[in-house]
């Protein structure tokens, strides 16, 4: 149902106001046409030679639709007013709109949307007389903002919803899935009233445009969706029930994700060094390698998914051939990159904001992994299928929404989708509450949401503010001590400082981590600390020095222990050797099967030799029972933990997807200057142009340079692209004019047998 206004007295426009639209971008100033190549970049690509280029861009369908893409319901359905009233055709005074209105809006709320609007060259005119695009070209169906009549009560659609037919609901969920609105015959007076479109009419969950046109209100649509009801009809936004939060606390709690987020990070990179998983044919990880790689490292695929997406587009870990080789078929393994090892030794902050950042830009949705393909297979992580070149944008939607609020502030995912709803009606399909509510707990994941509420380091990476600071503020500050247990656990009740993370990750191992993680010490944990250099003594130090409970008799016995067994036996290079102070330990060694393994040879009581590498020597060794140390030539112990596998870092690699980019002030600024060049050219008497030869074009630039006078030429470029400018010649030859162009405000070179006329500046 539709309301229908009185008529209302329509301006003219005055005569000394433009009556076209190029007219009037003609009229703007030159910071209100670089205010509209930035709200519009697509306008300037490839960049406009002339207002009527200009304006013909700015008509087009498609930009149109682009530029709609970011405005609310609010901004449309003053649009739609307007197209109502007919101001496609003849121009609508401000007044006119603001009765039609009724109230709806707020008067300085509307002059400032009819002025964001005149902004985007959507709408242009004085307020006497404002016209828009044409009707054509608008991407929408028009006059749903009249269509204000009492909107259907929510509890009313659902329980017609209950009691309709199956038939009838699968057409409805049709409608409300994809295009609102639906063509059939069966909306034709005259139909079987038994028909699901007549019976569906009936209900009113379906409303009559024309005889074959029928479409689905859109409180009925949102109740099929599961989302809440609002009317956009009314241009009032919906209504949200935001939650207040303690800052510290939202921060808090980002902060633990961030470093629960660069811990299984560290955990992937690691496991992928051990071990590169193969690449799949098609691209991706497969499905057996992503459960391999989550026994390894103890992380649920679903977060193990999203952590490698975030790691490939952050470039840490790459397809490639790994070094050292894995195998000799020459296929690409999936393994972390040589950036990986300067991210390693980053600050925390630097190493969060390096996989946050790669996140909000990624052109990729990790949530669709394990989701169902059109051939009903699951995606791969790190697949094609996975690219969703809107998800940058997306985000920043999303993000946008939660930060019109003062810090602090939670939003529930189905609050955050309505708002989108009204915020970006274009773009609701895709920012729908299952979409939305799933990028909010990726969001989470990485520690720039928290409890419903943006974190201040979110808060900064959208605004371009000092993320790594925030962050860094964010964090807890760093203890240089642990609890050490009677059990052989060291409990570390926060986030140690680096030195001593390092150290108590070296002689014990992480059982859980945490706001309070837990590691434990065993013979294999202290070996490989001794195997990295440390001493007893040095062992024993660090628990004395940063436990705050007493030490354990126990773990002194085990340390003491096994540093006594250690580096009895060594191993050197020969290509490798062995060395025992004790002739009975190496008689040992060469009488047990380690010895036809590794070929060893006696040359001496004390001394042996071997062909295989150092490494092997001191595996097999080990895994025959025999607690060997390495050494170097000076017969100091060495480090020899592997560093795992690496890949050549891909250069030029983008976390997003190419996509139009803005145009900075400057870049703005200079393409105004070229369109009132060409506009000045242009508007000159060129009705000689076409009889001009070469010989006069060339006579009349070379006079020009030598008289330092300016020319009017037209040009056409490499891509076949007509401009008219005027230049200042500075010399002819070569086949080139070197003219200095005021447009670009350099000097530049123009291909004689491209210029089409050249006459002077009068």
């Known amino acids: 149902m539709t309301d229908t206004a009185p008529p209302t007295k329509r301006s003219r426009r005055p005569q000394h106001e433009a009556a076209t639209f190029v007219e009037w971008l003609r009229l703007r100033s030159d910071d209100e046409l670089a205010e509209l190549l930035r709200l519009r970049p697509d306008l300037a690509v490839p960049p406009p030679t002339s207002m009527d280029v200009l304006a013909r861009r700015a008509e087009q369908r498609s930009s149109i639709a682009r530029a709609s893409d970011s405005l609310s319901a609010l901004h449309l359905g003053v649009i739609d007013l307007l197209a109502s009233e007919g101001a496609t055709t003849e121009p609508v005074s401000f007044e006119t709109l603001s009765s039609v209105i009724s109230g709806r809006v707020k008067q300085r709320a509307l002059k400032s949307l009819v002025g964001d609007l005149r902004a985007r060259a959507l709408v242009w005119g004085p307020d006497s007389g404002l016209s828009v ?84 209100p859109h409180g009925v649509g949102q109740i099929l969706r599961g989302e809440s009801v609002f009317d956009p009809a009314g241009l009032r936004p919906p209504a949200i029930n935001p939650t207040p939060l303690a800052t510290a606390d939202v921060n808090a709690a980002a902060a633990g994700e961030a470093l629960e987020l660069i811990r ?12 590169p998983a193969p690449m799949l044919r098609a691209g991706g990880l497969g499905v057996r390698e992503l459960k391999r790689l989550a026994k390894t490292t103890g992380i649920d695929e679903a977060r193990l998914s999203l952590v490698v997406e975030i790691l ?57 992994i394990g989701e169902r393909d059109q051939s009903d297979k699951p995606i791969a992580a790190l697949s094609e299928e996975v690219r969703a070149p809107n998800a940058p944008d997306d985000r920043r939607a999303i993000f946008d929404v939660l930060a019109q609020f003062d810090p602090g502030t939670a939003l529930s995912d189905s609050d955050v989708s309505l708002s989108l709803s009204w915020e970006r009606p274009r773009q609701a399909p895709r920012l729908r509450a299952p979409s939305v509510a799933k990028t909010l707990r990726e969001a989470a994941a990485v520690g720039l949401v928290a409890r419903g509420a943006i974190s201040s380091p979110g808060r900064a990476l959208l605004h371009g503010g000092n ?54 010490i065993g013979e294999d944990s202290i070996r490989r600390a001794l195997d990295a250099g440390m001493t007893a003594a040095e062992i024993h130090a660090l628990f004395d020095t940063h436990s705050r409970t007493p030490i354990p ?18 191993a050197g290079v020969a290509s490798s050797f062995l060395r025992c102070e004790d002739p009975s330990l190496l008689a040992e060694v060469m009488a047990s099967p380690v010895a036809e393994t590794l070929a060893l040879r006696a040359l001496a009581p004390t001394v042996a030799v071997s062909q295989a590498p150092l490494r092997a020597v001191l595996d097999e060794l080990r895994a025959a029972g025999f607690a060997a140390a390495g050494e170097d030539s000076t017969g100091a112990l060495v480090d020899l ?104 405000g350099a ?10 006329y050249a006459s002077p500046v009068g």
Do not use: C
């Open 133 to 216: 695009v044409s009707a054509d070209a608008l991407p929408w169906r028009q006059g749903r903002a009249r269509e204000v009549a009492a909107p259907l009560d929510p509890h009313v659609i659902a329980s017609t919803l209950a009691a309709i037919s199956p038939a009838e609901r699968k057409l409805l969920d049709t409608l409300a899935h994809s295009s609102p609105l639906g063509r059939t015959r069966d909306a034709a007076p005259g139909t079987p009233p038994d028909r699901p479109v007549q019976q569906l009419l009936a209900a009113g969950l379906l409303r009559h445009i024309d005889d074959e046109t029928v479409e689905l």
């Open 264 to 275: 299984h990070s560290q955990d992937v990179i690691a496991a992928l060094g051990a071990m």
């Open 467 to 520: 993320t790594e600071a925030e962050m860094a503020q964010a964090l807890p500050e760093p203890i240089d001590y642990v609890l050490v247990q009677a059990d052989l656990t060291i409990v570390a009740p926060g986030q140690l400082t680096p030195d001593l993370l390092d150290r108590v990750t070296l002689v014990a191992d992480l059982e859980s981590a945490g706001a309070a993680s837990m590691y434990r």
């Open 553 to 570: 008799q126990s773990l002194t016995y085990l340390v003491d222990d096994v540093a006594r067994r250690h580096g009895r036996l060594r």
């Open 747 to 756: 000097v530049r070179s123009f291909t004689l047998h491209r210029i089409t």
């Open 641 to 744: 933990r592997p560093r795992g596998a690496r890949v050549p870092v891909r250069r030029g690699r983008a976390g997003r997807s190419p996509s139009l980019s803005v145009p900075d002030a400057e870049q703005r600024l200079t393409m105004v200057r070229t369109l009132r060049a060409g506009d000045k050219a242009s508007a000159s008497n060129r009705s000689d142009s076409a009889r001009m030869t070469g010989p006069l074009i060339v006579s009349t630039l070379s006079n020009a340079a030598r008289s330092r006078s300016s020319v009017r030429i037209g040009y056409v470029d490499a891509q076949g692209t007509a401009s008219h400018r005027i230049v200042d010649p500075i010399g002819v030859g070569g086949g080139q004019l070197e003219a200095f162009d005021p447009a670009a």
């Open 312 to 368: 490939a587009a952050a470039g840490l870990i790459a397809a490639g051939l790994p070094d050292p080789p894995v195998s000799d078929s020459g296929d690409n393994f999936w393994a972390p990159t040589t950036t990986a090892d300067s991210w390693l030794n980053a600050s925390t902050e630097t190493r969060w904001f390096t996989l946050a950042g790669a996140w909000f830009e990624m052109a990729r949705m990790p949530w669709f």
